[in-house]
């Protein structure tokens, strides 16, 4: 049984929930279609957020600080035919953001 809110994790955890109930099992990677960077999203984000996205500037993973060994070049993709599909990021971004941003208003 899965009683867990869906308030404020978007399209990927609302859709994982389902697969689960469907019986899903195994390792399973699932995410909104298309592909950015992290810089991308975080403009984007900050830009639905009303927030001036000049102020978010582009690193390399060596300029960013992290224990963990980074990939220069890595892409998380659905690839079960078994899993739903998720609309394009750029799609879903905006109610996550508004999710988010009533969570701390």
Known sequence: RFGFKSRGLGDVYKRQ???????????????????????QLARAA???????????HPCT???????????TY??????????????PWRESLPQLVREQIGRIT
Do not use: C, M, Y
């Open 61 to 71: 993973s060596e300029e960013f600080p992290t224990r963990a060994k980074r990939p």
């Open 74 to 87: 890595s892409v998380l993709g659905t690839e079960r035919s078994d899993l739903p599909t998720l609309p």
């Open 46 to 56: 900050v830009d639905l957020a009303g927030i001036d996205p000049s102020r978010v």
């Open 17 to 39: 929930v389902h697969a689960l109930r469907d019986g899903l099992t195994g390792v399973a990677h699932l995410t909104n279609e298309e592909q950015t960077t992290w810089f």
